[in-house]
């Protein structure tokens, strides 16, 4: 049974730095293409962003292009995210996910996810 464990949440002052981790386990890493969320206190899950099987191609939402950046690591079955220039509209649980899609957008294409990490961006 594929599982996936966030790691890297915390507080973090407005305009710092923060790196996520997942690792999957129980599962062939480089069959997924791994995607990040996020929920906001009162909002729906939104996407963050996505990076596909071999890591050569990545897609992001409009309100964290150029300050977010997803990598992956194949051999060590870990996948990024790393935060620049956080803003305090960036608190959130932050959760990974993996889809056997493409390049998947959506939240319904994502079959696997982690039980998320908290980030708070403080003002």
């Known amino acids: 049974q594929v599982q996936l464990v966030e790691s890297g949440g915390g507080l973090v002052q407005a305009g710092g730095s923060r790196r996520l981790s997942c690792a999957l386990s129980?599962?062939?890493?480089?069959?997924?293409?791994m995607g990040w969320f996020r929920q906001a206190p009162g909002k729906e899950r939104e996407f963050v962003g996505v990076i596909i099987w071999s890591g050569h191609s990545t897609r992001y939402a409009d309100s964290v292009r150029d300050r977010f950046a997803i990598s992956r690591d194949n051999r060590k079955n870990t996948v990024y995210l790393q935060m620049d220039s956080l803003e305090v509209e960036d608190t959130a649980v932050y959760y990974c996910a993996a889809a056997t899609q493409v390049l998947p957008l959506e939240q319904k294409e994502y079959r696997y996810w982690g039980q998320g990490t908290q980030v708070t961006v403080s003002s």
């Open positions: 129980g599962g062939t890493f480089a069959n997924y293409a």
